[in-house]
């Protein structure tokens, strides 16, 4: 059972999560990619979106969208881009990076944010 998340009384609220790139010891490559996977619901009747940034020293590196998030109950939402998981790639490892999520209504919850360099992970609520 989920006790605390993020709500939005309105959409320009944008949280913002620091992260720094370890190295990679899982096998999948030295680029240093990283996948985002948000838990998520939608307390609303229409699905909506979590805008996903990711930005270093204030710039901007990529920004992506977890689209059709839609009923009551928490679910993993991965950032994908055409179908397939989309990957924050060559991130400098021992740098500060920021992760900025962007509700695209006040009917988004958030639990959790979920960065791996595993594309396929498995999560389950």
Avoid: C
């Avoid at 960065?115 to 389950?124: C, D, F, R, S, V």
């Amino acid at each position: 059972n989920v006790n605390s998340y993020l709500s939005f009384s309105n959409t320009s609220a944008q949280p913002l999560y620091k992260f720094q790139p370890r190295q990679n010891s899982f096998g999948t490559g030295s680029d240093n990619s990283y996948y985002v996977w948000v838990k998520a619901r939608n307390k609303g009747t229409t699905a909506t979106t979590i805008g996903v940034k990711l930005q270093k020293n204030g710039t901007m590196i990529t920004n992506q969208t977890i689209s059709n998030i839609s009923g009551n109950t928490w679910k993993y939402y991965r950032v994908e881009a055409t179908g397939q998981p989309a990957s924050f790639s060559n991130l400098t490892v021992g740098e500060t990076h920021d992760v900025i999520l962007s509700p695209g209504s006040t009917d988004i919850e958030i639990d959790s944010i979920y960065l791996t360099p595993k594309a396929n992970l498995i999560l389950t609520p």
